[in-house]
């Protein structure tokens, strides 16, 4: 992905988990996607500031299901 901040969009539900994020090989932290009742897709992690360029972006399902609803780019 070309750009310098990012916006993971997701929905949270029952049947969902944590997925842990890792951008250009180093963890940028864990969501916890699960929610008692289905909720409708929002921004659920943002990446820090990023230098101009290219980089790499990991999803890594830890625990049950993981949904993706879209990945926001900011150049």
């Not at 990012?6 to 944590?18: D, K, N, Q, T």
Request: proline share 7%; hydrophobic share 45%; net charge positive.
């Amino acid at each position: 992905v070309a750009g310098r901040r990012m916006a993971l969009w997701s929905p949270r539900g029952p049947e969902f988990g944590r997925v842990e994020v890792l951008v250009d090989g180093q963890s940028a932290g864990e969501i916890n996607l699960y929610a008692g009742r289905p909720a409708p897709s929002r921004i659920v992690w943002k990446s820090a500031a990023l230098r101009d360029g290219f980089h790499a972006i990991v999803l890594h399902a830890k625990a049950a299901f993981m949904p993706v609803d879209s990945l926001e780019v900011e150049n």
